[in-house]
C-alpha cells in the first residue's frame, strides 16, 4: 500500500522523544559532576519495501541524508548548550519487512548530518536493529563519539514504542548521552587523553 510522503520523500507517521536525567547510582552515591542525560529521537517511518523483496534499496537509502539531519536538528533542539559526548543508532523493521531494510535507514548519509549536529564525530558510530511488533523495546548502544575505546562510554538508552513499529514500518532511532557511565572505574582510556588519536583508538 502506498502511502504518501509528509517528509522528504517518506511518510512518517510520528516522531517520539525520551530523556532520561540521572543523578545518583542504583547503590546511593549521588553523581560525580554533572548528571547524567541521555536522549532519544524516533520516528516511525511506512517501509516502502514491506511484504516484497528488491534489488536495491534505494527507496530509503536517496533522502536519507535529509532525514538525518532533521533528526539532528531534533536532538539539538532538546541537547541545547549540552555537550553530546556519546552517540549510537537502531532501528525496528516491523514484521512485513527485512531486517536489512532498517539497515538501509542508518547508512552513513543518515549518520553523517547527525554527527555535524552534534559537533562532529570522529568515531564508528554504533549500531544495532531487529524485526518487532508494536510494543517491542530495544536497547541503542552508546559509545564516545571521538574514540571508540573509552570505556566509561560503553552505555545503552532503552527505548519501547507502545504503537510502532505497524507492520509496514521501521522506527528509526537515534540516542546521545551527556557523559559517561556514573562513578565508571574500569579503567581505560579517558576522554581527556583522546585529542589528536583518530576515533577507533
Given at each position: 500500500?502506498?502511502?504518501?510522503?509528509?517528509?522528504?520523500g517518506y511518510h512518517v507517521r510520528k516522531w517520539y522523544a525520551f530523556i532520561e536525567e540521572t543523578h545518583a547510582l542504583?547503590?546511593?552515591?549521588?553523581?560525580?559532576?554533572?548528571?547524567?542525560?541521555?536522549?532519544?529521537?524516533?520516528?516511525?517511518?511506512?517501509?516502502?519495501?514491506?511484504?516484497?523483496?528488491?534489488?536495491?534499496?534505494?527507496?530509503?537509502?536517496?533522502?536519507?541524508?535529509?532525514?538525518?539531519?532533521?533528526?539532528?536538528?531534533?536532538?539539538?533542539?532538546?541537547?541545547?548548550?549540552?555537550?553530546?559526548?556519546?552517540?549510537?543508532?537502531?532501528?525496528?523493521?516491523?514484521?512485513?519487512?527485512?531486517?536489512?531494510?532498517?539497515?538501509?535507514?542508518?547508512?552513513?548519509?543518515?549518520?553523517?548530518?547527525?554527527?555535524?549536529?552534534?559537533?562532529?564525530?570522529?568515531?564508528?558510530?554504533?549500531?544495532?536493529?531487529?524485526?518487532?511488533?508494536?510494543?517491542?523495546?530495544i536497547d541503542i548502544p552508546l559509545a564516545h563519539k571521538d574514540a571508540l575505546y573509552v570505556r566509561s562510554h560503553y552505555?545503552t538508552i532503552t527505548a519501547t514504542f507502545t504503537d510502532a513499529p505497524s507492520l509496514d514500518e521501521v522506527v528509526v532511532?537515534?540516542?546521545?548521552?551527556?557523559?559517561?557511565?556514573?562513578?565508571?572505574?574500569?579503567?581505560?582510556?579517558?576522554?581527556?587523553?583522546?585529542?589528536?588519536?583518530?576515533?577507533?583508538?
Amino acid at each position: 500500500m502506498v502511502k504518501e510522503a509528509n517528509f522528504c520523500g517518506y511518510h512518517v507517521r510520528k516522531w517520539y522523544a525520551f530523556i532520561e536525567e540521572t543523578h545518583a547510582l542504583e547503590t546511593g552515591p549521588l553523581v560525580d559532576g554533572e548528571p547524567l542525560h541521555k536522549i532519544a529521537i524516533a520516528a516511525a517511518i511506512h517501509n516502502p519495501y514491506a511484504g516484497t523483496f528488491s534489488a536495491t534499496l534505494d527507496g530509503i537509502v536517496e533522502n536519507s541524508r535529509l532525514l538525518g539531519e532533521e533528526f539532528g536538528r531534533r536532538l539539538q533542539a532538546i541537547v541545547g548548550r549540552r555537550a553530546v559526548q556519546s552517540y549510537g543508532k537502531a532501528a525496528i523493521v516491523g514484521l512485513l519487512g527485512e531486517y536489512e531494510h532498517g539497515n538501509a535507514y542508518l547508512t552513513n548519509a543518515f549518520a553523517d548530518p547527525i554527527r555535524s549536529a552534534l559537533g562532529g564525530g570522529k568515531a564508528w558510530f554504533p549500531s544495532t536493529g531487529k524485526r518487532g511488533a508494536a510494543g517491542s523495546a530495544i536497547d541503542i548502544p552508546l559509545a564516545h563519539k571521538d574514540a571508540l575505546y573509552v570505556r566509561s562510554h560503553y552505555d545503552t538508552i532503552t527505548a519501547t514504542f507502545t504503537d510502532a513499529p505497524s507492520l509496514d514500518e521501521v522506527v528509526v532511532i537515534v540516542g546521545v548521552a551527556t557523559r559517561g557511565r556514573l562513578h565508571a572505574r574500569l579503567g581505560g582510556l579517558r576522554p581527556d587523553e583522546i585529542e589528536g588519536r583518530d576515533g577507533l583508538r
